[in-house]
């Protein structure tokens, strides 16, 4: 079992997370975890720093805890080469400290950026998967000649590659994705607080993919982000929740929203159902016991996204009351 943090990188700015990070490695998390994101939920209060720059300056105020991307999109405003070519770079400054988690994308974030036509869920999916082939292979041969239907390459060699293997895990939210981080990754991230049949749908669809590929089911590491939001004051565990109130949004409300402010605004007027994502408590008894279920559906890498404006206070408090009590009963 190991336990990380979420850095918030929609909610805080660059600087607040790295000093948070420190503080993450110091009370005895294994992760730090960042998203790569062009633009926020919010417009309002919102950040959207670059995960790769962000990762450079977490790696080096750091010693122990392992840090990576939960997710970078490596699709659309990213060419797979640069983000090879920047991952290589960070294995090579910090080897056995970096992974690389990728997903399909949100339009909030590539849309903008580019102004591309926002791809269907098929295409995402089919230059994701072409996206980890041309990567790990930048990785491990030199004058990469690729011809891919979405990627090309031409005479690429990376030329800083880290000796240490970078791990790529795959992100999910429906079994059809599941079945490629079973398939291609080393590991599988999905978020917590939906259905319990989602999540065996999900772990069931990781081990077809993995049988399918030849590959041992159990050699697939599984993270799950989940959301929680613990303090001593139950007002203060509620009414964090408030800022990330989109996501409680359906996926039909929010679909095609590509505009913070709308997104704000659509949060906004579902602010009531905010704290739904959330496991709210001020009892860590508590908490154990409603993280325990995603253990028993065998997830092993346990990240932890506070909600609450005073990440440090959460970390002090949640290192000092929930951690012991996870690492007593999981280990």
């Not at 990380?4 to 730090?32: C, M, N, Y």
Request: hydrophobic share 40%.
């Amino acid at each position: 079992m190991r336990y990380g943090w979420k850095a918030s990188a929609e909610q805080f700015g660059p600087r607040e997370l790295v000093t948070w990070t420190v503080q993450a490695e110091q009370h005895g998390f294994d992760i730090a975890a960042i998203s790569d994101h062009f633009q926020p939920w919010r417009h309002t209060t919102g950040h959207a720093p670059n995960a790769l720059v962000w990762l450079g300056a977490a790696g080096q105020a750091t010693e122990r805890i392992e840090l990576g991307t939960s997710v970078l999109t490596p699709t659309l405003r990213y060419h797979p080469s640069i983000i090879a070519q920047a991952f290589g770079t960070l294995g090579d400054l910090f080897p056995g400290r970096v992974f690389l988690g990728v997903g399909t994308g949100e339009s909030l974030n590539e849309t903008p950026a580019t102004g591309a036509a926002w791809p269907s869920g098929k295409e995402r999916r089919l230059r994701l998967e072409e996206a980890i082939e041309l990567i790990r292979r930048l990785w491990t041969e030199e004058r990469v000649d690729f011809a891919g239907d979405y990627y090309r390459t031409q005479h690429a060699t990376i030329y800083d590659r880290p000796e240490t293997p970078v791990p790529v895990y795959v992100a999910a939210s429906g079994p059809l994705a599941a079945k490629l981080a079973g398939r291609t990754g080393e590991g599988f991230i999905c978020t917590s607080g939906k259905g319990a049949d989602l999540y065996h749908q999900l772990t069931d669809a990781v081990a077809e993919g993995a049988t399918a590929a030849g590959r041992d089911p159990g050699d697939v590491r599984h993270m799950i982000e989940i959301k929680v939001s613990y303090d001593t004051e139950h007002e203060t565990a509620l009414r964090g929740c408030d800022w990330w109130a989109a996501l409680a949004l359906t996926p039909d409300e929010k679909s095609g929203t590509e505009d913070p402010l709308e997104m704000e605004r659509l949060a906004d007027a579902a602010i009531d159902r905010a704290h739904t994502r959330f496991i709210v408590s001020t009892d860590p008894d508590e908490v154990v016991e409603k993280i325990a279920p995603y253990v028993e559906l065998g997830f092993t890498e346990l990240v932890f996204h506070a909600p609450g404006s005073d990440q440090g206070r959460f970390l002090e408090l949640f290192s000092r009351d929930v951690l012991p009590r996870l690492r007593a009963r999981f280990g």
